[in-house]
């Protein structure tokens, strides 16, 4: 059959091939270690409310192929796509706020189709949500939107803090979301840093929730638990890719919160990571 591709087409085909290289599949398709070469923007947030075409190409010139949004910084969806295009990124995810996802979601599904992303991700919930109620709620909401983001081609995920794993008459916040979200229609962003701050085991959540765990937030943490560079801190990330293929492993993003310098922060990052995918 002979005929042309659309704009949607041709980002899947694209995100597609990409996927496979990140989730570590050889050509002949034979299994190695997933890879993380992406990072996460709000790192460079700062250089990104400067210039975010500047900020995109030293990414690239250090090595990254992929982004995660957190906002736009004003810049349009075509715009942010030809500039990806033009450093050869992709950004597979991209975060909204809860707000955004209440009120005129519609647009943002637009926006993202237009970028090419595969993901929409909610990073994060104020404290007045953070109730029995409130979680329940969210569970039903992430329902919701998971059916809008299937009906335009995107996937809902939910993004981890520590907060979600404090239990109160034996509600556990992050438990209920994932038993109570459908697997069909939502998957979650795994913070690693977070995960670790609540003292809890990454590996028993791939091994009860297999397939659920798309992406990956791969954020280090010192003894003194501060977040730091990846690879300056304890946490041991070679265990958790080697399992990557039970999470659902796709895309990890490398950050740091709050990094005294950005572009210092992710090259540092990037040259550990780098060092897991020739390992």
């Known amino acids: 059959m002979n005929r042309s591709i659309n704009r949607r087409e041709f980002l899947a085909m694209t995100c597609a091939a990409l996927a496979a290289t990140a989730a570590g599949l050889t050509q002949a398709g034979s299994p190695m270690q997933a890879q993380v070469r ?16 500047a900020t995109l190409k030293a990414l690239a010139g250090i090595g990254y192929q992929q982004v995660e949004f957190a906002g736009y910084f ?16 992709i950004s597979p995810a991209a975060h909204l706020q809860l707000s955004q996802l209440r009120e005129g979601l519609q647009q943002h599904l637009d926006a993202a ?22 979680y329940k709620r969210l569970a039903d909401d992430l ?35 994932l038993d109570n979200t459908d697997p069909a ?21 791939f091994r009860k ?5 798309p992406l990956w937030h791969v954020k280090d943490m010192d003894v003194a638990g501060n977040m730091v560079d ?15 293929d039970q999470s659902g492993y796709r895309f990890g993003f490398v950050e740091h919160d709050q990094p005294k310098d950005p572009l210092a922060s992710v090259t540092a990052s990037f040259t550990t990571a780098r060092s897991w995918n020739r390992g």
């Open 143 to 177: 329902n919701r939107w998971g059916e809008l983001c299937r009906s335009a081609g995107l996937r809902m995920a939910y993004h981890n803090h520590d907060f979600e794993f404090v239990t109160s008459n034996d509600f556990e916040p992050y438990q209920w979301l």
């Open 230 to 244: 990846v690879g300056a801190g304890i946490i041991d990330f070679k265990q958790f890719l080697a399992a990557a």
């Open 74 to 89: 004003e810049e349009k969806p075509a715009e942010l796509r030809k500039i990806l295009l033009g450093e050869g990124l």
């Open 38 to 53: 992406g990072v996460q923007l709000y790192t460079v947030r700062a250089l990104m409310e400067k210039s975010v075409s």
């Open 185 to 205: 229609l939502v998957s979650f962003e795994m913070d690693l840093f977070w995960l670790r701050k609540a003292q809890r085991d990454p590996l028993d959540y």
């Open 113 to 134: 189709a237009e970028v090419g992303h595969q993901f929409l991700v909610l990073p994060w919930i104020g404290e007045s949500e953070r109730s029995e109620d409130g």
């Open 209 to 213: 929730h297999p397939g659920r765990f």
